[in-house]
Every structure is written in C-alpha cells, then in structure tokens.
C-alpha cells in the first residue's frame, strides 16, 4: 500500500509493524537518542513527541511554526535551533493539533537542512488521506537523505485502539542501518504485534477505499463549518485546516487551561487547552470537527453564548 500510494520502493525488510504508532515513535527514539542528544520537534506538537525525548534523557527542542502561515515550520528558526547535538528533524504531517499540512516545497527545504547537518529526518503521516484541498505529499518525495516515515490504521480506517502501526526505513547511505537493526531488537523483545489485528489491518488497506473518500468529503463540510462559526465569534480566531480533524483557535486569555475548564463548567463543551501541546500552543485550544454538523452547531451556540456572557 505504501509503495502504490507514494511511488516509492519498498521491501518487506524496511518495514516494521508496530502496536500502533506510539510504539513506533518509542521505538525509533529508543534506537536514535542517547542521553543529553536533541530532536527538534514543531512546536505546538502532540505531546508523547515532547514526553519520550524526556523519557530517554535526551532534549526535546522546539522548533517555531508560524500560524498566520498556516502553521508552516520556520526555517530560520530550524536553522537555529540545530546544535552539534541534534540528532534528528520531526515533522507532523498532516498535523496534530493546528491541522497544518506541509506544501511538497516545504518538505525539501526541510530536507535540505537535513541533508546539510547530516540529520536524520523522521515523519509521523497517520493522518495522511485526512486532506482536503490540496494533496498530501509523503516525505518519501524528499531525496537523498535518510527518512523514518511513522503511520497508521487508526485514522483513515477509524480504528482506534486496534493498535497496528508501521514504521518505513528509507535509507540512505546506509545512514539508517543501525537505527534500523536497534528497532528490530526493540520489536524482537516484545515478540509481536497483535497478530489478529494485523490480518484485520490488511483486509483494511487492502480492500476496497471509498469509504475515505465518503469520509474526507463528510470532515471537510464539519471543517468548514467549525472555522466560520469560530472567526465569528468576538475574542476568537481560527486558521483553516489543511488536514486532519483538529483546529487550533487563538483566545485572548493567557491562562488557556482555566478558558477550556471554564468553558466545559459553564457552556458544556470539551476543548483541549493549547498549552498541553507545549508552550509555543500557549493561548490557544485544539478543538476536533469529527462529530456531526448538528453537534457541532450546538456546541459553537454554546461556546458563543459563553463567550458573549463572560
């Protein structure tokens, strides 16, 4: 499936089915990291990226992401953060929590970086058919430097908590053979992934596909929705998805954790607040556009009625 939907050429040795995408993440960071290393990870980002560099004793750095671009990455500010310690670049694409999707010429000036610090570039694509007006370019696309490419079933076969996942080696240079050997151990130590489930998997990725398509048709009329209901509303702002079902608004408040407590106290609707995704979502919620329009309506006239009472 990862050959036909991204061109590129794959055998079963540079790939490794996981217990879900976690465990590829632990996985590859448990084979790349010594204590004391860096990962430059996006800032906001989801959190077990920021929580596993701790867990290994290594730095997780965060790089900007510039939300009146969409939340593209900043490249001067990558650049910057790059020490002689770095060990790797992380991208999120599509994204968690801003929905940001990274444009083909974005993922080779990434690369570019890479390649010129002889890094490692390392992608979490689980929500990659989750796009809506533009594509969504793997960073398989990017040449000659050595790429681990992190996915899933969870998303676009909603199956969450079946736990099956993969992890691509695309090497080069032969940059990522001991990364690579490093995880087959991890993987050898805990025997398998659920077998059951990865026969359920395959039936899912190779069977028929409309089902995402009929999906991404219904999230794109949700993500619409949501994002002009939320730039309605005085002391709000949205940029619009790319992919994914996440949006990540702007509030005026400071304390974004007492704003979503507060609003789930008062208007009864659940948000999460910005700053779990580390400081640089400081002010900011994530809010999903998974439920029906219906359920939606009714949880923005809640949130605006919220904010007009405050």
């Known amino acids: ?65 510039v939300e009146e671009e969409n939340w593209a990455p ?18 999120i694409n599509p994204n968690n929590p801003t929905g940001a999707l990274y444009s083909r010429k974005v993922l080779e000036m990434i690369g570019d970086i890479t390649a ?23 960073l398989s696309c990017v040449k000659d430097i050595p790429v681990i490419i992190v996915n899933g079933i969870s998303k676009a076969y909603l199956s969450t908590g079946w736990r099956v996942g993969w992890t691509i080696f695309r090497d080069y240079n032969d940059g990522l053979s001991e990364i690579k050997e490093a995880c087959l151990k991890q993987a050898r130590l805990r025997i398998s992934a659920n077998t059951i489930m990865q026969k359920a998997a395959a039936a899912g990725l190779n069977g028929p596909q409309a089902h995402v398509k009929d999906m ?29 079902f996440y949006i990540f608004p702007k509030i005026e408040e400071n304390d974004d954790k007492k704003f979503v407590l507060d609003v789930l106290q008062k208007a009864h609707v659940l948000f999460v ?27 923005m006239n809640a949130l605006e009625t919220f904010m007009k009472e405050r």
């Open 216 to 244: 991404v048709h219904r999230l794109k009329e949700r993500r619409d929705y949501i994002h002009e209901r939320l730039n309605e509303i005085e002391g709000i702002s949205a940029q619009k998805p790319a992919g994914a």
């Open 74 to 91: 900043d490249m001067a500010d990558i650049r910057q953060k790059i020490t002689e310690k770095t060990k790797a670049i992380v991208i």
């Open 273 to 299: 607040h910005g700053s779990g995704f580390g400081s640089h979502g400081d002010g900011h919620f994530r809010s999903i556009f998974l439920p029906s329009v219906a359920v939606i309506e009714r949880a």
């Open 1 to 65: 499936r990862e050959k036909e939907k991204n061109h590129i050429s794959l055998t079963a040795t540079d790939i490794i089915v996981t217990n879900g995408t976690s465990e590829s993440i632990q996985m590859v960071y448990g084979a790349l990291l010594n204590p004391g290393d860096e990962i430059l990870i996006p800032g906001p980002v989801y959190p077990p990226y920021a929580g596993l560099a701790h867990f290994f004793d290594a730095k997780p750095v965060f790089y900007k992401t």
């Open 116 to 138: 010129e610090h002889n890094l490692i570039l390392i992608a979490d694509e689980i929500y990659d058919t989750m796009v809506y007006e533009e594509p969504h370019y793997s």
